[in-house]
C-alpha cells in the first residue's frame, strides 16, 4: 500500500514537473519563433504574416523533435529501437530547421532590432553628406581652383623668363627669345598672340616700363582665360544634378527626423525602416547617376555608390542572409553580434531541453 502511494506521489511530481516544463517549453518557443517570423517577414515582406508564424512554428516544433530524438539516442536507460536512425534523424531535423532557418532568422532579429536606428542614421548621414557636394559643386569647383592655380604658376614661371630675357644685358629690351616666350604665353592662355610693344630706349625707366607694360596685358589675358575655365569646367550637368541633390536632401532630411523620433521612443517601426530605405535609394540613385562630381571619403563608400542596382546599408540589414555575409566579412565588428548569437542559443536550447523533459520517455 505505502508503495502504491510512493508511486502515485512520483507520477504526481512527474506530471507537475512536465506540465511546468511544458509551459516552460511554449515560452521559449514563443520568443523564438517571434524572431523567426520577424526575420521571415523583413525578408519575405510579400508573405502574409499569419503564414509566417504557421511555417515559423511548424519548422520549430519539428527543430524540437528532432532535439529529443538526439537525445533519446544517447539516453542508455531506456529501450529504443533503432538508436542509430533516432541519432541520425535527430541530426538532419535539426540542420535542416534549426541551425539553417531558426537559428540564423533569431540571431538576425535581435542583431537587427538592436542596430537598425543607428545603421539607418549613418547610413542617411553619409548619404546626405555627398549629396550636399553634388549641391554646392564641391568637386567641380575644386577642379576649377586646381585648374586656375596651375594656370597662374605656369604664367608666373613664363613671365620671370620674359623679365629675365628683357633685362639680357647682352641684349636689352625685346628679341627673338622673347618673342619665343610670348608664343609660348600666348598659347598657354589660348589667345592667337600676345603682341610685340615697341621701346624708345635701352634706358633702366624704359626697359622696366615695357615689363610692366607686358605684365599688366598678360595679366588681362590670363583673367580672361581663367573666366573661360570656370565657364567650361561649371559641368552643364549641374543644372540637372543640383535640384536632384537638394529634392533628395529635403527626403533624407525628413527620414532624419522621424528616424530620430523611433530611437527616442525606443521602438522599431519596420514601415518607417521601409520609408527610409526608398529615399536613401534615390539618394544613392542621384549620387550613382552623378558619381564623377562626387569625391568619396572611402573606397568602401566609392565602391557602394558607384556600383549598378546598389543595396543601401540600411536595407542589407532587413536580410538574414546579407546581415551574416557582413558578419562573416567583418562589417559589424564592434556592434555585438556575438552577444545576439549567444541569445539565439540559449533561447533555443532551453526550448529544446524543457520540450525533452515534457515529452521525455521513461521506463517504469
Known sequence: ?????????????????????????????????????????????????????????????????????????????????????????????????????????????????????DVAQQDLATTKSYLQQLRDNVKSEQDIRRKQDQLDREVETLLVALNNEIDNIANPGFGPRSKAILTKIAVTLQIEEIPALSYTSSSTKSIQGLKDQYRKMILEQLNVRKSKLRENYTNQQEKHFKPEAVQAIKNIEVMQAEIARMGAEGAIDNDLIKQADIALKQGYATIHNYRDHVDFSSESDRVLYESNDPITRTARLLSVFDVWKDYLAGRYAGRGFIFWILLSLVVDIAAFIFFDIAFARRED
Open 1 to 117: 500500500m505505502e508503495g502504491e502511494l510512493h508511486k502515485t506521489l512520483r507520477m504526481g511530481q512527474r506530471s507537475t514537473l512536465r506540465l511546468i516544463c511544458l509551459v516552460l517549453f511554449v515560452i521559449f518557443a514563443g520568443i523564438s519563433c517571434w524572431a523567426t517570423t520577424e526575420s521571415l517577414h523583413l525578408l519575405l515582406p510579400s508573405w502574409p504574416i499569419i503564414f509566417c508564424w504557421a511555417v515559423t512554428i511548424g519548422l520549430f516544433v519539428l527543430s524540437s523533435i528532432g532535439s529529443k530524438l538526439l537525445v533519446d539516442s544517447f539516453n542508455m536507460g531506456i529501450y529504443l529501437e533503432h538508436r542509430r536512425l533516432h541519432l541520425l534523424g535527430g541530426v538532419v531535423m535539426l540542420l535542416a530547421f534549426w541551425l539553417i532557418v531558426s537559428f540564423p532568422t533569431n540571431t538576425h532579429t535581435f542583431f537587427y532590432r538592436s542596430s537598425v536606428t
